[in-house]
């Protein structure tokens, strides 16, 4: 197989009755042949524990309020289901500082609840991934405390440190001009140890030191651990900072224009991310995953890696490029979040799209990252008219989509004020907290127009729930044949699924048809599926690119004048404004595939009807 992805700015022209001319500048891309593996047509969902489901009323969400919620995700049909994490955790980054890699926090529940929590989804064939956050630890994980009670014992040197001055007056000169991601010095100082440590993240998440053996040793170890217990793989977080130089030099400016010389943006980080050293260790944490599936005959246990980072080194993070050594099976593409934003064009979200296409090596697996908790949602980023329109983009798209959750119902950013706010990024400066929190993308779930949106029977929630449940909410748009995000969303997976079963729909080719309308294809000799959208203002009426024949409407953004099943005739669309919709062909134009593509057509329009009704 094999993706033939043209990218071509013109309209096409109609050249002769029904056929089209073919768009020129193709180039190829060999695909691998095998059959997809369960990982590379998934969709990953990302729940933020906290914030989805309260079971015990204490204002935090927890693993008992996920099972309560598995016929959600069974009604979505997800493949998989990544966690944020759940570990024993002081809680001074959500959870992203760890004091205990072993235990469960007990605001999240007990390992037998997740126990339970696998073993339940994994009857309805539901994956269930794990964050792993191995670049640093809780400052009061034993580690930690070991490390600074006893520089020359086993754990003195399982952290970076450093000397660093301290003068009478208490003011600290740290070694280097290294700048955390949450602003200032990435340096603290210990008075008890009397030398400063590295943190690239809060001055409570002390890097570990990857350069020392026994740390590799700990943390393969934390890996097995999990994968023994029955989780399906790993979401590997920040793992582009597991090293630093060895020489510890200053980094230059970034020369970003108006950024502070606190603010981490002011720095080009050419010694502090995407080291040489750490792409090996995550191939060989690979290594590990799959000598585990091998040895187990388990099903393929996952890696996916975030760094936010060049496509040069992203695509370091999947492996190398002749597929010798093997890294993650998908390094988060977050282009939908880096490379375009509100007000964009069709030649952005053209470029966005072939950026990622362009450089992917054939034998790795494509992905698409819409939002995470780290981000502003969909709805917020683009606006509320965009929010069909783009989880369409990541359902059509080639390879594994990744969805945020509240994207399903088209959740906008909550309301938090600084004084309610968690995210160590944001609470020190209340002046910058609008631009800087995370919390806003991580408001309670809304369930339905119930006390506190249904997230837990009335204690309040630990971050405050959006006012706009009453209108966004999942119970309201749960209603079958109704128009709604979430109608829009499950018709989506469904229509994947039927797409997936089509393995030799092989080429993917973007035209522009207007200054406002793309049209993606994806095609083989005999099938021809389109995504067009009108990312416009304006009402657009367009010839698509098509082939002899009728076309269907498979699937319309909410505010459609089509439905689906409509018959598309003489190649001409007319969208509403921020309109998208996924059409294809129903006559087939002969060759050795026909048969089987007949079988897939009936497939395709029973799979979009049984969503409907
Ligand atoms: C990335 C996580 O997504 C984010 O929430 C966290 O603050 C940092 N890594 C540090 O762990
Ligand atoms: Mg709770």
Redesign the pocket.
């Known amino acids: 197989m094999k993706i033939v992805f043209v990218f071509v700015f013109s309209a096409i022209a109609v050249v002769s009755g029904l056929e089209i001319e073919k768009p020129k500048n193709e180039y190829l891309l060999a695909r691998n042949d095998a059959e997809p593996d369960w990982w590379q047509t998934a969709v990953f969902y990302q729940i933020y524990p906290r914030s989805f489901k309260d079971s015990d009323n204490d204002g935090i969400g927890d693993i008992r309020g996920i099972i309560d919620k598995l016929p959600h995700l069974y009604d979505m049909k997800v493949t998989a289901v990544w966690l944020?994490p759940i570990f024993t955790s002081p809680q001074v980054?959500?959870g992203?500082?760890i004091s205990d890699y072993y235990s469960i926090d007990p605001d999240y529940g007990t390992l037998d609840d997740l126990r339970e929590l696998v073993d339940k989804a994994h009857e309805l064939d539901i994956k269930i991934v794990l964050d792993f956050?191995p670049?640093?630890t809780s400052d009061q994980h034993e580690w930690f405390q070991e490390s600074v009670n006893n520089a020359t014992g086993e754990f003195g040197d399982y952290y970076v440190w450093r000397d660093c001055e301290k003068d009478e007056d208490g003011i600290v000169t740290p070694p280097n001009n290294w700048l955390s991601?949450f602003g200032g010095s990435a340096w603290e100082y210990n008075e008890e140890r009397d030398q400063c440590y590295l943190h690239q993240?809060a001055a409570a998440?002390p890097d570990l030191n990857f350069n020392n053996p026994d740390v590799v040793t700990a943390i393969e170890l934390v890996l097995t651990y999990w994968l023994e217990f029955g989780i399906d793989g790993f979401r590997c977080?920040?793992v582009g900072y597991l090293f630093e130089d060895p020489e510890f030099r200053d980094e230059p400016l970034s020369n970003i224009p108006d950024v502070g010389e606190d603010e981490h943006d002011y720095l080009d980080h050419i010694y502090t991310a995407d080291q040489p050293q750490t792409y090996d260790m995550i191939y060989q944490w690979r290594e590990l995953l799959d000598s585990f599936t091998e040895t187990n005959q388990s099903d393929t246990k996952v890696m996916m890696t975030?760094t936010y980072t060049s496509i040069e080194n992203t695509l370091l993070y999947y492996g190398l490029s002749n597929g010798t050594r093997k890294g993650a099976h998908f390094a988060f593409n977050f282009n939908f979040i880096t490379k375009i934003a509100k007000g964009f064009n069709v030649e952005d979200l053209t470029a966005c799209i072939s950026e990622w296409l362009d450089n992917l090596p054939s034998i790795y697996t494509s992905n698409w990252v819409l939002g995470?908790?780290?981000v502003n949602r969909v709805a917020t980023r683009f606006g509320t008219e965009y929010i069909d329109a783009f989880n369409m983009l990541t359902a059509f798209l080639p390879g594994v989509m990744v969805t945020y959750n509240g994207e399903e119902i088209g959740m906008e950013n909550g309301e938090v004020t600084c004084e309610q706010g968690h995210d160590?990024?944001a609470i020190n400066d209340c002046s910058t907290f609008n631009e800087t929190s995370?919390d806003f993308a991580r408001t309670p779930f809304h369930w339905d127009n119930t006390t506190n949106a249904g997230f837990n029977d009335g204690a309040t929630p630990w971050l405050p729930v959006s006012e706009k449940y009453l209108d966004v909410n999942l119970a309201d748009q749960d209603v079958r044949a109704l128009s709604s995000h979430y109608n829009v969303y499950k018709e989506l997976l469904q229509f994947r699924s039927t797409l997936s079963r089509m393995e030799d729909l092989d080429e993917v080719t973007m035209v522009s048809l207007s200054d406002n309308v793309i049209q993606i294809i994806r095609q083989n000799k005999a099938f021809h599926v389109s995504l067009v959208f009108n990312v416009g203002e304006d009402e657009e009426a367009v010839e698509f690119n098509h082939w002899e024949g009728d076309y269907v409407v498979a699937i319309t953004t909410i505010d459609s004048s089509y439905s689906s099943g409509d018959f598309i005739e003489n190649g001409t669309l007319f969208l509403n404004p921020y309109e998208s919709i996924v059409i294809h062909n129903t006559v087939v134009s002969g060759g050795p595939s026909a048969i089987q593509v007949l079988s897939y057509l009936v497939l395709l329009c029973s799979g979009v009807t049984m969503s409907l009704f």
């Open positions: 944020s980054d959500q992203y500082d956050v670049n640093h991601h993240f998440q977080d920040a975030e995470n908790h780290d160590p990024r995370r």
